[in-house]
């Protein structure tokens, strides 16, 4: 069966970070392409990360987290993991990780497994 589930999220103050990690299981993730999604309240899901299948290289930084945020990839722990710094109140949304097998382009609808989500609230 697969799986993905996120953990890592909270409540932080702005200019905090955190680590969130996505944990696979049923597939191998370096067989797909990975990415980290988010959506915030009343807004539609937009990609924020994703890194190709293989190789990991990224292929996708949305404009407001370049700079701030990395992705890397544990192959050995099937996991992957978005490190977010230098957080800002407007990164404040439910993150999701996603995988599908064949295609590249960051956008939600052409990714078929997807976790739970996870909260991540930046506030003072």
């Known amino acids: 069966q697969v799986q993905l589930v996120e953990s890592g999220g909270g409540l932080v103050q702005p200019g905090g970070s955190l680590r969130l990690s996505c944990a696979a299981s049923g597939f191998t993730l370096d067989d797909y392409y990975i990415g980290w999604f988010r959506q915030a309240p009343g807004k539609e899901r937009e990609g924020v990360l994703c890194?190709?299948?293989?190789?990991?290289?990224?292929?996708y930084y949305a404009g407001s987290v370049k700079g701030r945020f990395s992705i890397s990839r544990d192959n050995a722990k099937n996991t992957v993991y978005l490190q977010m710094n230098n957080l800002k109140p407007e990164d404040t949304a439910v993150y999701y990780c996603?995988?599908?097998?064949?295609?590249?382009?960051?956008?939600?609808?052409?990714?078929?497994?997807w976790g739970q989500g996870t909260q991540v609230t930046v506030s003072s």
């Open positions: 890194i190709s299948s293989n190789e990991g290289a990224t292929i």
């Open positions: 996603a995988a599908n097998r064949y295609d590249g382009h960051c956008s939600a609808p052409y990714y078929n497994y």
